[in-house]
């Protein structure tokens, strides 16, 4: 995977996220370590480029360049040139001239880390791009899912919430499928996707039907802004009708999985006992987005080319 | 290469024989190998084997000689926004690509919404004098859709049409007013048919690629919630509505339907919404990001069906042309639009005329004499004492696109790479020969 752009799940084939998932397991120990310090990208520099808000995402990967001996900078919409006017043409350049050998991006519009990898030759790590993928997300998720369930194949997984606006669900779709799991979408009407039909996919309206015997459910946060613009009516029905709680959770699995990718809004779309639950993996997912984006930078800045 | 496409003009001084061509004119219903003599500006002959001595001579044998192409909708973007295009360089694109009347729409800045803008716009395509160039003036000031704008005035200083393009006008009432102080004038509102809050952020078409690409859409309903409120106020006012730039197969249907009533409605359509789709959507690239959006298969087999079947009236590019800055930029941000003149004959010959899609007469008359019959332009013909506005088409010349060589001052269009079967190979505006090739 050396020098290959990290831009969605479309274009990984099955080996590819066994072996990025693989590179994780060995990379989770490092971190689980107490010397978390390895010679593999000494030398090397990536630059965080964050024009849209985050914490877990860009700590995750600034930690990852670090624990693997990079030199890593961080750039944040309010203290770049983009603020000043420059073009992300203009602004990519500039970061290219300095020397940097990988680029991990996050943006509102959709397609950026696309456009980013015509303009510039570092690698390109797509941190999020508006609602269109979020792939060190999935892989974090497929990592997850495996660690606690031995596998992925076969596996029933549920994505509730607002699959509209998921960069998440988009990625986690493609990767899940491409492992063989299937994967039910529920939500309400109002935030799901038309048109997204797809081998392995099943669209429900109805959430109980998509949790019923689930081995793993993904509940999405739900912005607030959303009820604004008029896609649902209330905070307090949303948790009612679409909510998962301990109740809803009985339709799954006894041993189901809970995963969040974060910040939750608790009695909103989960329940406070969920995610603090025996069910929940929701913690371990951020210890593992360490390691799964080590992995990532390992294997494209100094893995094998293919 | 460069020389090959510069523009020059040929020496003339009072006349100009076509020789051999190919003569197509729908008005007067000719199809047939003929003579087309130019005198002083004017048609003054078309016959087989024209015994004249002209001083000039075109040889057109082997080639298509038709009334010179009507586009009736471009954005010339003067006054204001001169770096995307102005009347020269738009004219340019316009000579090259076979169009001699062109009908520039008001979206500038400032907005062209009174009459002594018109004026002044009249004046400008005089002074630049390459092709003619109409002017389409605002249905409402600033295209706010709150007030009327000056229509009588702006007709008064020659505003051809009214719109407010680029958007739809939500208030009903003032689009009805629009249509009922139009009336007996023969002026036509074109109107953008979306419907404003169903289009939001949206920046391509709703559908399967979109729910892969996230990228907000712009569902077809919107635009047949417009059409069909368009249809029913030209019906119950008697007003005069024209549908611009359709792209949906459902609005198609309802102008058919309108037109069995008897309703006053006419429509356009683009080389884009008829050849391609939203699966060409590349979020690296804006140059596929148009208003309405590319859509399905099935639209595009409905607007064909429809231009086929009377429909759809007219064939238009929607030129509208963007500095490169501003479409090189992630997609969703950049503007809509890109560059159609100098592609769009190109386009429609080799994929509509050469798969036998559309014969050519009637692709002819979708480009010259529709276009003017409905908007009643003394234009689209070749009848004796018509001004000499005649393109002459090579349907057989390969050639490829590449914006190095557009004259337009847009860069970004789909087309870029294409490979091209037909074209304009001389513009004659006004007996003035402009050889392409």
Redesign the interface.
């Known amino acids: 995977m050396l020098g290959k752009n990290i831009l969605r799940l ?1 274009n990984f084939s099955p080996d590819e996220i066994r072996l990025v998932l693989q590179t994780a397991r060995t990379m989770k120990k490092i971190i689980r370590g107490d010397v978390k310090k390895l010679p593999n990208l000494r030398g090397r520099a990536i630059v965080n480029l964050f024009l849209e808000p985050s914490t877990r995402t860009r700590t995750s990967f600034e930690l990852a360049g670090k624990y693997l001996g990079a030199d890593v900078v961080s750039i944040n919409a309010s203290t770049s040139s983009i603020v000043k006017g420059e ?3 203009d602004t990519l350049l500039t970061i290219e001239a300095m020397g940097v050998d990988a680029i991990v991006m996050r ?1 509102k ?4 880390a ?2 980013a ?2 303009v510039v030759k570092p690698v390109i790590i797509n941190a999020g791009d ?4 979020h792939p060190s997300q999935a892989l974090l998720d497929l990592f997850t899912i495996e660690q606690f369930k031995g596998r992925l194949n076969g596996l029933k997984v549920a994505i509730v919430g607002d699959i509209l ?1 998921s ?1 998440v669900a ?1 990625s986690d779709v493609f990767g899940l499928t491409k492992m063989g799991a299937e994967v039910h979408l529920a939500g309400p009407k109002t935030l799901l ?5 797809f081998d392995g996919v099943t669209v429900h309206e109805n959430i109980d039907a998509a949790l019923e015997n689930a081995d793993v459910v993904n509940v999405l946060r739900i912005q607030l802004e959303r009820q604004q613009s008029g896609l649902f009516p209330s905070a307090r029905e949303y948790a009612r009708v679409f909510g998962i709680n301990e109740e809803r959770l009985r339709l799954a699995k006894d041993d189901a999985l809970i995963l969040h990718p974060g910040p939750q809004n608790k009695g909103l779309e989960i329940s406070n006992a969920l995610v603090y639950g025996e069910h929940s993996a929701i913690h371990e997912q951020v210890q593992n987005g360490v390691a799964v984006r080590m992995a990532l930078l390992d294997l494209t800045l100094n893995g094998e080319s293919k | 290469m460069n020389n090959l496409w510069e523009i020059h003009r040929a020496e003339i001084k009072d006349s100009l024989l076509i020789r051999g061509g190919r003569v197509i004119d729908p008005a007067n219903e000719i199809d047939e190998i003929a003579d087309v003599l130019i005198v002083d500006g004017k048609i003054s002959a078309v016959e087989p084997d024209i015994k004249f001595s002209a001083q000039n001579e075109y040889n057109a044998a082997g080639k298509i000689v038709v009334p010179g192409l009507i586009d009736m909708h471009v954005h010339l973007r003067e006054p204001g926004q001169e770096a995307k295009e102005d009347f020269v360089s738009g004219s340019r694109a316009a000579v090259a690509g076979g169009y001699t009347t062109v009908a520039t729409m008001p979206n500038t800045s400032p907005v062209v919404d009174n009459a002594a803008l018109v004026r002044s716009m009249v004046q400008r395509a005089k002074d630049v004098g390459i092709v003619n160039i109409k002017i389409i003036g605002a249905v409402t000031k600033n295209q706010k859709g709150e007030e009327l704008a000056e229509l009588r005035d702006m007709i008064d200083a020659g505003a051809v049409a009214f719109s407010d393009d680029g958007h739809f006008d939500d208030n009903a009432k003032i689009f009805m007013n629009a249509l009922d102080y139009l009336h007996g004038t023969g002026k036509v509102v074109i109107c953008h048919e979306e419907e404003t809050s169903l289009v939001k952020d949206g920046a391509m078409n709703e559908g399967r690629r979109s729910a892969i690409l996230g990228i907000k859409g712009r569902p077809s309903v919107a635009e047949d919630i417009a059409v069909a409120r368009d249809c029913l106020l030209a019906e119950y006012t008697g007003g005069r509505v024209h549908i611009a730039h359709m792209s949906s197969a459902r609005a198609v249907e309802i102008v058919r339907d309108a037109k069995k009533r008897g309703v006053n409605v006419t429509a356009e359509v683009t080389p884009q919404h008829l050849t391609m789709t939203e699966d060409l959507v590349d979020p690296t690239n804006s140059a596929t990001k148009i208003n309405p959006p590319l859509r399905t298969q099935k639209d595009c087999d409905a607007l064909i069906a429809g231009l086929l079947d009377g429909t759809i009236d007219m064939i238009v590019t929607d030129h509208s042309p963007h500095a490169a800055e501003e479409k090189d930029r992630e997609y969703i941000y950049a503007p809509s639009g890109f560059p159609g003149l100098e592609t769009s004959l190109g386009i429609l010959l080799t994929d509509l005329y050469h798969r036998n899609i559309i014969p050519l007469p009637k692709l002819i008359s979708k480009m010259t004499y529709e276009p003017a019959k409905v908007f009643r332009l003394d234009a689209g013909t070749l009848s004796i004492g018509a001004d000499a506005d005649v393109t002459i088409i090579d349907t057989e010349l390969e050639w490829t696109v590449d914006a190095k060589n557009f004259y337009t001052r847009g860069s970004h269009s789909p087309f870029v790479g294409r490979k091209l079967k037909g074209r304009a190979v001389a513009t004659i505006v006004r007996g003035d020969l402009m050889k392409l090739l």
């Not at chain 1, 519009?109 to 950026?112: K, L, P, V």
């Not at chain 1, 996707?193 to 039909?197: A, E, H, I």
Request: charged share 30%; no cysteine; hydrophobic share 30%.
């Open positions: 479309e073009s992300l043409r943006h519009a959709e397609g950026a696309e456009y990898s015509k508006g609602a269109h993928a606006h960069r988009r996707p038309r048109f997204f039909n």
